[in-house]
């Protein structure tokens, strides 16, 4: 168990809908990350907060935002939904920001999109 | 641009089989490199990693040696179990910054295992 919690597990909606995935990171770690995994693009990263301030950027569309809350949890909202959306969406902590800090992934939301 | 390749799998194994899953990198300046791995359910874990050429990460009986002249940093392991069966990522991240996160992955090399 890495302790970071992604919650729903498992989601299906339908194209133009919007949602909303929420990650607790595990405790006392003040990064958060986003990654989406899809067969054909692979693990990307699409953004990183640090102790509620955005910190990096990766592949992350418009229509996509995060934030990470006060009390550290973050939430990815992703809306005007394609088929191509669909995909795994896993969050990642770590205590701080340097290579000496792991990355403790969670075990993902997936994201189906009719 | 920065990018990872490494070798399609699935692969399988006999158990106590020798183990190399090939990873080769393009990148500008030093990127740090490493290995994770992702359980059948589960997300990815950090196996190893090396931060700088001629290191070798070493975790569970696997090792990778970052190379600089080859652009490679191959995971090896010289007897594989059963339960070594899982996904493998090969994956960089640019000395820049500091920041971890933005690591960029190989597509993924299954692993299985047979007893």
């Known amino acids: 168990d890495s302790g970071v919690t992604q919650t729903p597990k498992h989601l299906i909606t339908a194209t133009g809908q919007r949602v909303t995935l929420r990650c607790s990171p595990r405790s006392g770690d003040l990064s958060v990350y986003w990654y989406q995994q899809s067969l054909d693009q692979g693990l990307q990263f699409l953004i990183q907060y640090y102790n509620g301030e955005e910190r990096a950027k990766g592949n992350i569309l418009e229509r996509f935002s995060a934030q990470q809350f006060p009390d550290l949890h973050s939430e990815l909202n992703l809306s005007s939904l394609e088929l191509g959306d669909s995909a795994l969406y896993f969050c990642?902590?770590?205590?701080?920001?340097?290579?000496?800090?792991?990355?403790?992934f969670g075990n993902g939301t997936r994201l189906t999109v009719t | 641009g920065n990018s990872v390749t490494q070798m399609e799998g699935p692969v399988t194994l006999s158990e106590e089989a020798f183990l190399t899953i090939n990873c080769t990198y393009t990148a500008t300046g030093y990127p740090s490199l490493f290995w994770y791995v992702q359980y059948p359910g589960e997300g990815l874990q950090l196996l190893l990693k090396?931060?700088?050429?001629?290191d070798k990460g070493s975790n569970k009986g696997f090792e990778a040696t970052y190379r600089k002249e080859t652009t490679s940093f191959h995971l090896e392991k010289g007897s594989v179990q059963v339960s070594d069966s899982a996904v493998y990522f090969c994956a960089l991240n640019r000395n820049y910054g500091g920041s971890q996160g933005n690591l960029i992955f190989g597509k993924g090399t299954k692993l299985s295992v047979k007893p």
């Open positions: 990642a902590s770590s205590a701080g920001q340097g290579l000496d800090s792991p990355l403790h």
């Open positions: 090396a931060t700088k050429a001629d």
